[in-house]
Nanobody, 115 residues
Framework: QVQVVESGGGLVQPGGSLRLSCTTSANIFSFNVMGWYRQAPGRERELVTTITRGGSTNYADSVKGRFTISRDADTNTVNLQMDSLKPEDTAVYYC?????????WGLGTQVTVSS
């Protein structure tokens, strides 16, 4: 079973920045797609951003220009740099790793944007 672990959440003021990291027990380049999703209280889980094995990225309209997904082969991590954070970005953020026949999720990390 592949393990997926997120880190880096916390409390930040509006306009601030946070960097989330996701590591897996398998090589991140073994997955077809890796991505970040989020779920706010009372809402469904939604896509934030994805990156394919080949490096193509996709962002939700709500985070375009503020969030950046990247990969670090040396540390086997997928990172999410979040800038210009807004209160509506408050949610539990989940890392997802999609293989050909399986889909793996982490337990999530809380991000709270509040003054």
């Amino acid at each position: 079973q592949v393990q997926v672990v997120e880190s880096g959440g916390g409390l930040v003021q509006p306009g601030g920045s946070l960097r989330l990291s996701c590591t897996t027990s398998a090589n991140i380049f073994s997955f077809n797609v890796m991505g970040w999703y989020r779920q706010a209280p009372g809402r469904e889980r939604e896509l934030v951003t994805t990156i394919t094995r080949g490096g193509s990225t996709n962002y939700a309209d709500s985070v375009k220009g503020r969030f950046t997904i990247s990969r670090d082969a040396d540390t086997n991590t997928v990172n999410l740099q979040m800038d210009s954070l807004k209160p509506e970005d408050t949610a539990v953020y989940y890392c997802n790793a999609k293989a050909a026949l399986a889909n793996y999720w982490g337990l999530g990390t809380q991000v709270t944007v509040s003054s």
